[in-house]
């Protein structure tokens, strides 16, 4: 079945040590995003790759990257994990951008603690 | 900018009730809308969307919701709730920009469903 992996699930990582997560996916999708999901708190847009064009949002702290080396693979690198950065991080895609009323195909998520 | 508010945090409905969660939407043009489902340490389930045909929209588990232009509202509804139905439902409305349609999502609502 064609779908959005991440890995891994869940990912414990120290306090300002680099981490970095992992999406893939199987259904061609032109537009990859990141959102960072904390508790109780609905999914906030932190960048996403149309191709090979990157769109950071304006509030994404630079704490946080992305790289997308190809169409089915994406990353979230963060480069100096603080105790606030504690979240679930939920990868989707959705197809050409002119497809509005697509809507998106989410991955299972990475909960991230920090500690 | 296009938006959805959630009206209610926290639904408590016992089982075989109606389900009703409402979700008001902001945009001016006619907006995509949709409802995810979101169950614990999960990513996010398209239940249903919109997307200028029907105005009753139908989804998976029974769920199905109305698009209401003169009450700007788009609100999910069951007619008879079950257990497994208790889950996070967000209500989203997609963004047009240059860079790919981006989703944004309300602050969801919490669904417990009683005995």
């Known amino acids: 079945d064609a779908m959005v992996i991440q890995n891994p699930r869940y990912q414990v990582t120290q306090f300002g040590k680099p981490v970095t997560l992992s999406c893939s996916q199987t259904?061609?999708?032109?537009?990859m995003y990141w959102y960072q999901q904390k508790s109780s708190q609905a999914p906030k847009l932190l960048f996403h790759y149309y191709d090979k064009d990157f769109n950071n949002e304006a509030d994404t702290p630079d704490n946080f990257q992305s790289r997308r080396p190809n169409t089915s693979f994406c990353f979230l690198d963060i480069r100096s994990p603080g105790l606030g950065d504690a979240a679930m991080y939920l990868c989707?895609?959705?197809?050409?951008?002119?497809?509005?009323?697509?809507?998106?195909?989410f991955g299972s998520g990475t909960r991230l603690t920090v500690v | 900018a296009q938006s959805v508010t959630q009206l209610g945090s926290h639904v408590s409905v016992s089982e075989g009730a109606l389900v009703l969660l409402r979700c008001n939407y902001s945009s001016s043009v006619p907006p995509y809308l949709f409802w995810y489902v979101q169950y614990p340490n999960q990513g996010l389930q398209l239940l249903l969307k919109?997307?200028?045909?029907?105005?009753l929209v139908k989804g998976i588990n029974g769920f199905e919701a109305e698009f209401k232009k003169s009450e700007t509202s788009f609100h999910l509804t069951k007619p008879s709730a079950h257990m497994s139905d208790a889950a996070e439902y967000f209500c989203a409305v997609t963004e047009i920009t240059g860079g790919g349609n981006k989703l944004t999502f309300g602050t969801g609502t919490q669904l417990k469903v009683e005995l």
């Open positions: 259904l061609n999708h032109n537009v």
């Open positions: 989707a895609t959705s197809p050409r951008g002119g497809m509005t009323n697509y809507g998106y195909t």
């Open positions: 919109y997307t200028s045909a029907a105005t």
